[in-house]
């Protein structure tokens, strides 16, 4: 045999031999379970999951407009923040000339309220029962955060800061409140 015959006779089994491997992988990635199978899988997998309802970043910008506007027009400097129900900063507004505390204590304003899913001054009075409650990292039980609610689960929380009492600050996280629809 010369050597072209060679290489087109080894050429034409190793065609061969891939088809029949690619045949074979072919085959084995089918299917194997039926799909009543799959259906009782699915049903089992859906009591492992558990959905939730979280603000649009468009909504949580929305609010938080609301709040800072209401703040502007009482000539009012405050930092508003958004948080979602796990206390995640979704948005952050500044205020022209709000102080710099005010930006920390807003977040945390709005992670108390969502936590406990109260506004941060009825949280304030249970303090008397519960004084260590104020030990509790990234919490701070002043006036001024109040959560959104779905359904009476609490979704998100506003918090503002800056203006010269809580009183204030949670008349303007309200604010935000209502432009949801709440």
């Known amino acids: 045999m010369n050597t072209r015959t060679r290489v087109l006779t080894g050429a034409a089994l190793v065609v061969a031999l891939g088809a029949g491997t690619f045949g074979a992988v072919t085959a084995s990635a089918a299917p194997s379970a039926p799909a009543a199978t799959n259906a009782t899988a699915k049903k089992s997998d859906e009591r492992n999951f558990t959905t939730s309802t979280h603000l649009t970043i468009d909504a949580a910008t929305r609010a938080a407009q609301a709040a800072l506007n209401a703040a502007e027009k009482e000539n009012q400097r405050v930092t508003v923040a958004v948080v979602d129900r796990n206390g995640n900063t979704i948005v952050t507004l500044r205020g022209d000339g709000a ?4 930006y920390e204590s807003a ?11 109260a506004p941060t001054s009825v ?7 519960a004084p260590n409650l104020k030990d509790i ?8 955060g109040t959560p959104v ?3 009476g689960a609490p979704v998100a ?7 010269p009492s809580g009183d204030l ?11 949801l629809g709440n």
């Open 99 to 102: 102080g710099p505390q005010s």
């Open 137 to 144: 990292p990234g919490t701070l039980f002043l006036g001024g």
């Open 157 to 163: 929380g506003i918090g503002v800061a800056g203006a």
């Open 107 to 117: 977040q945390r304003k709005a992670f108390t309220a969502v936590s406990w899913n």
């Open 169 to 179: 600050d949670e008349k303007y996280a309200k604010a935000g409140v209502e432009a």
């Open 149 to 151: 609610q779905a359904k």
């Open 123 to 129: 949280l304030v009075g249970r303090l008397a029962q």
